[in-house]
């Protein structure tokens, strides 16, 4: 296990002890780990404040090189591999989605998937994928990515969110008026239109005008740290923020917003449905999607 796989599934789950579980290691382990880590590049990776983990500048620099350097490693594993004929499933994803959403459960998937390996195609935007080279597509877009067959996985459900310790944090949810006045953090995603305020501050008839601020970022992952760091409160998407609610490291803030017709599914190659174990990975995504 190396020290930067340790280091980025406890950057994203900001605590080690639910990272040694994902990575089935010790917790101890998981922190010596880091502290050579720490040692190695001369610099604190995270601050630690009893239970919770919040990371400290070049730790949220490494955090997002990391997670861009993912889809490099797979792409050239896949290269160099000794049997490049083997049967493999190629899944094409954003960043964002396969940091927030997809490794926390990589591990199941790859279970389901028995000995033909899935393999995942990441960047920023899925528009810079070859999808010639994928056998199935994650997105969010009404009309989707190919003219491929598509599952339904789950309707976007987007909403305020921010840490616990967040000053009122305890009388959330705000109503979309009262957010106003708030510090809201900033996220530039041109793809994602209906991910800023001013189209969320528009479902409720509110006119909002961004500020220019410090608050603005355009790492969707550098925003809910900052959110789970307390810095203010960030738009959430619905999958990507769940299991941070669930457990308690974020608040819902404010009401939801439930953009029409867009919803999360998997488009998938239909020729190769009877020839991999895609059957099995589309029923795992089926039953993941159920629970959102």
Same mark, same amino acid.
């Given at each position: ?20 579980? =994902? ?64 049967? =493999? ?204």
């Amino acid at each position: 296990m190396t020290p930067l796989r340790v280091f980025e599934a406890s950057a994203r789950h900001g605590s080690f002890t639910r990272a040694a579980e =994902e990575l089935t290691l010790s917790q101890p382990s998981v922190s010596r780990h880091i502290a050579t880590l720490e040692q190695d590049l001369g610099v604190t990776l995270f601050h630690r404040n009893h239970n919770k983990l919040q990371l400290t500048a070049p730790g949220r620099s490494l955090s997002s090189a990391v997670g861009r350097g993912l889809s490099d490693i797979l792409e050239a594993v896949k290269l160099v591999s000794s049997n490049p004929a083997r049967r =493999e499933l190629v899944l094409a994803c954003t960043q964002t989605f396969a940091h927030g959403w997809l490794m926390p459960r990589f591990s199941s998937l790859r279970r389901e998937a028995g000995d033909e390996p899935v393999n995942l195609a990441v960047s920023l935007w899925l528009k810079d994928i070859n999808l010639q080279d994928v056998d199935m597509v994650f997105g969010w877009r009404a009309e989707g990515q190919t003219d491929w067959p598509r599952l339904p996985l789950f309707p976007e459900r987007i909403y305020p969110v921010c840490a616990p310790g967040y000053p009122g944090a305890g009388q959330r949810p705000l109503s979309a008026e009262d957010l106003l006045e708030e510090r809201l953090l900033q996220f530039d995603m041109p793809e994602a239109a209906h991910a800023f305020w001013p189209e969320w501050f528009d479902h409720f008839s509110l006119l909002y005008k961004e500020p220019n601020s410090e608050y603005r970022h355009s790492n969707y992952q550098f925003m809910m740290q900052a959110a789970l760091d307390g810095e203010g409160i960030a738009l959430g998407w619905h999958h990507l923020v769940a299991d941070h609610v669930k457990a308690g490291r974020l608040v819902r803030a404010g009401p939801v917003f439930a953009p029409e017709g867009s919803v999360y599914s998997i488009e998938y190659r239909p020729e190769k449905v009877d020839q991999t174990n895609m059957k099995r990975v589309l029923e795992w995504f089926r039953k993941e999607g159920e629970s959102y």
